[in-house]
């Protein structure tokens, strides 16, 4: 492949042209411009003075620079990528590290909750049990103070009508026909016989 570079073809097309009117002066026949320099152009490689040494060996250092740039600039791209994905890498490892610390710092909380819960329904179900037991307390007592009220109101009326009732004044009544009355009405009485 050959390169020749703007500047070269220029100055290749000038020699044509001075050559071309020398021609023409010396034949009497006239050559467009622009064919001559077409002509000239596509007979590069068969024009007797051109050395394409010449031409390589200019462009040669030009090839190799913009080789080595593109090389180095391929190179800092894929540098410049393998730095990016270990970092993108990085913050991803650091996110899901600190996301498992997390998870795991829910779970401890989680699990803490759950022996509270549990202490809090065990403690919940003692209360009850208390508060059934006080239930029951409290209605025995309520049966105990009906009961008192109505063997204090029986014992107001018996009480009432003996204080009440007329004594027969002439018959004397013994201790112990009072003593059997008071066991009738249900209470106990302990005394001696009159001397």
Request: charged fraction near 20%; hydrophobic fraction near 45%.
């Amino acid at each position: 492949m050959l390169l020749i570079t703007g500047g070269s073809a220029v100055r290749f097309c000038a020699a044509r042209a001075h050559r071309r009117r020398r021609f023409e002066a010396a034949s009497g026949q006239t050559v467009p411009l622009a064919a001559s320099c077409f002509f000239s152009l596509s007979l590069i490689p068969f024009y007797p003075t051109f050395q394409p040494t010449h031409v390589m060996s200019v462009t040669r250092p030009k090839l190799l620079t913009w080789a080595l740039i593109g090389l180095a600039v391929v190179i800092v791209f894929f540098a410049l990528r393998y730095g990016y994905n270990q970092v993108i890498e990085w913050r991803s490892d650091n996110h899901l590290r600190q996301a498992e610390l997390e998870l795991q710092a829910a779970q401890r909380r989680e699990a803490e909750a759950g022996r509270r819960l549990a202490e809090l329904e065990t403690l919940l179900r003692t209360t009850l049990a208390d508060v059934e037991q006080s239930r029951a307390r409290v209605a025995a007592s309520e049966q105990a103070l009906a009961q008192t009220r109505n063997v204090t109101f029986t014992l107001k009326q018996a009480y009432d009508q003996t204080r009440i009732a007329p004594i027969d004044s002439r018959a004397p009544i013994s201790v112990a026909d009072a003593c059997a009355k008071l066991r009738q009405l249900g209470y106990d009485c302990d005394a001696k016989p009159d001397l």
